[in-house]
Protein backbone atom coordinates (compact mmCIF):
# COMPACT_ATOMS: atom_id res chain seq x y z
CA UNK A 1 0.00 0.00 0.00
CA UNK A 2 1.31 3.52 -0.59
CA UNK A 3 1.27 5.50 2.45
CA UNK A 4 3.08 8.97 3.58
CA UNK A 5 3.52 9.66 7.17
CA UNK A 6 4.49 13.28 7.99
CA UNK A 7 6.06 13.80 11.78
CA UNK A 8 8.18 16.85 12.92
CA UNK A 9 5.32 19.21 13.40
CA UNK A 10 5.61 20.96 16.91
CA UNK A 11 5.59 24.78 18.75
CA UNK A 12 8.50 26.79 17.58
CA UNK A 13 9.41 30.40 18.20
CA UNK A 14 9.47 32.80 15.05
CA UNK A 15 13.18 33.10 13.97
CA UNK A 16 13.60 29.13 15.07
CA UNK A 17 13.88 26.12 13.22
CA UNK A 18 12.07 22.64 12.82
CA UNK A 19 12.75 19.79 10.38
CA UNK A 20 9.90 17.72 9.41
CA UNK A 21 9.91 14.20 8.08
CA UNK A 22 8.10 11.92 5.26
CA UNK A 23 8.74 8.60 5.75
CA UNK A 24 7.37 6.80 2.69
CA UNK A 25 6.54 2.97 1.93
CA UNK A 26 4.59 1.52 -1.20
CA UNK A 27 6.88 3.34 -3.86
CA UNK A 28 10.35 4.89 -4.01
CA UNK A 29 12.03 8.15 -4.60
CA UNK A 30 13.69 6.79 -8.26
CA UNK A 31 10.07 6.69 -9.64
CA UNK A 32 8.31 9.75 -7.67
CA UNK A 33 8.90 13.51 -6.48
CA UNK A 34 8.05 14.67 -2.99
CA UNK A 35 6.24 18.02 -2.82
CA UNK A 36 5.18 19.74 0.57
CA UNK A 37 2.10 21.76 1.12
CA UNK A 38 0.99 24.02 3.85
CA UNK A 39 -2.54 24.99 4.93
CA UNK A 40 -2.41 27.91 6.88
CA UNK A 41 -5.72 28.39 9.63
CA UNK A 42 -8.56 29.46 7.10
CA UNK A 43 -6.50 29.90 3.67
CA UNK A 44 -6.02 27.32 0.55
CA UNK A 45 -3.55 24.57 0.71
CA UNK A 46 -0.26 26.68 -0.44
CA UNK A 47 2.71 24.05 -2.38
CA UNK A 48 5.72 25.36 -0.68
CA UNK A 49 8.58 23.23 -2.12
CA UNK A 50 8.65 19.77 -4.36
CA UNK A 51 11.68 17.81 -5.36
CA UNK A 52 12.91 15.13 -7.55
CA UNK A 53 15.99 13.73 -6.88
CA UNK A 54 16.76 11.21 -9.89
CA UNK A 55 16.15 13.97 -12.27
CA UNK A 56 18.02 16.97 -10.10
CA UNK A 57 14.31 19.15 -9.93
CA UNK A 58 14.10 21.69 -7.29
CA UNK A 59 11.50 23.62 -6.64
CA UNK A 60 10.61 26.24 -3.90
CA UNK A 61 8.04 29.12 -3.59
CA UNK A 62 8.67 32.74 -2.97
CA UNK A 63 7.50 32.92 0.53
CA UNK A 64 9.88 30.53 1.85
CA UNK A 65 13.01 30.79 -0.74
CA UNK A 66 16.02 30.78 1.43
CA UNK A 67 14.49 30.15 4.73
CA UNK A 68 13.25 26.53 4.11
CA UNK A 69 15.12 23.70 2.47
CA UNK A 70 13.78 19.87 0.86
CA UNK A 71 15.84 16.87 0.65
CA UNK A 72 15.32 13.18 -0.03
CA UNK A 73 17.31 10.13 1.56
CA UNK A 74 16.95 7.17 -0.41
CA UNK A 75 18.46 4.88 2.09
CA UNK A 76 15.67 6.12 5.19
CA UNK A 77 12.69 6.07 2.74
CA UNK A 78 12.17 9.67 4.22
CA UNK A 79 11.87 13.37 2.62
CA UNK A 80 12.47 16.18 4.82
CA UNK A 81 11.49 20.09 5.38
CA UNK A 82 14.07 22.13 7.18
CA UNK A 83 12.58 25.08 8.05
CA UNK A 84 14.50 28.36 9.55
CA UNK A 85 13.92 31.63 10.09
CA UNK A 86 10.31 30.73 10.89
CA UNK A 87 7.30 33.58 10.90
CA UNK A 88 3.98 33.33 12.33
CA UNK A 89 2.92 33.28 9.13
CA UNK A 90 4.49 29.78 8.58
CA UNK A 91 1.88 28.40 10.87
CA UNK A 92 -0.42 25.65 9.70
CA UNK A 93 -0.78 21.85 8.80
CA UNK A 94 1.95 20.41 7.27
CA UNK A 95 1.36 18.20 4.29
CA UNK A 96 3.93 15.77 1.77
CA UNK A 97 2.52 14.27 -0.96
CA UNK A 98 4.25 11.91 -3.82
CA UNK A 99 4.13 13.54 -7.55
CA UNK A 100 5.66 11.09 -10.59
CA UNK A 101 8.76 12.19 -11.46
CA UNK A 102 8.52 12.55 -14.83
CA UNK A 103 5.57 15.01 -14.33
CA UNK A 104 8.16 17.34 -12.73
CA UNK A 105 10.52 16.75 -15.13
CA UNK A 106 8.13 18.71 -17.83
CA UNK A 107 6.38 21.29 -16.44
CA UNK A 108 7.43 24.43 -14.36
CA UNK A 109 8.25 25.07 -10.58
CA UNK A 110 4.89 27.21 -10.57
CA UNK A 111 2.69 24.45 -12.46
CA UNK A 112 4.76 22.18 -9.88
CA UNK A 113 3.56 24.38 -6.43
CA UNK A 114 0.07 25.10 -7.39
CA UNK A 115 -0.92 21.99 -9.78
CA UNK A 116 -2.26 19.98 -6.58
CA UNK A 117 -4.22 17.70 -8.34
CA UNK A 118 -1.13 16.25 -9.81
CA UNK A 119 -0.23 15.01 -6.68
CA UNK A 120 -1.77 11.78 -6.30
CA UNK A 121 -0.97 10.56 -2.52
CA UNK A 122 -0.83 12.52 0.67
CA UNK A 123 0.28 11.96 4.20
CA UNK A 124 -1.67 13.18 7.24
CA UNK A 125 -0.16 16.38 7.66
CA UNK A 126 1.70 17.76 10.94
CA UNK A 127 0.85 20.62 13.02
CA UNK A 128 3.70 23.58 12.90
CA UNK A 129 2.89 26.53 14.98
CA UNK A 130 5.03 29.46 15.08
CA UNK A 131 4.38 32.24 18.52
CA UNK A 132 6.03 35.66 18.02
Known amino acids: EVQLQASGGGLVQAGGSLRLSCTIS????????IGWVRQAPGKEREGLSCTSKNAGIVHYAESVKGRFTISTDNAKNTAYLQMDSLKPEDTGVYYC?????????????????????????WGQGTLVTVSS
Open 97 to 121: ARIPAKYLELITANQALNGLSLYDA
Open 26 to 33: GFTFDDFG
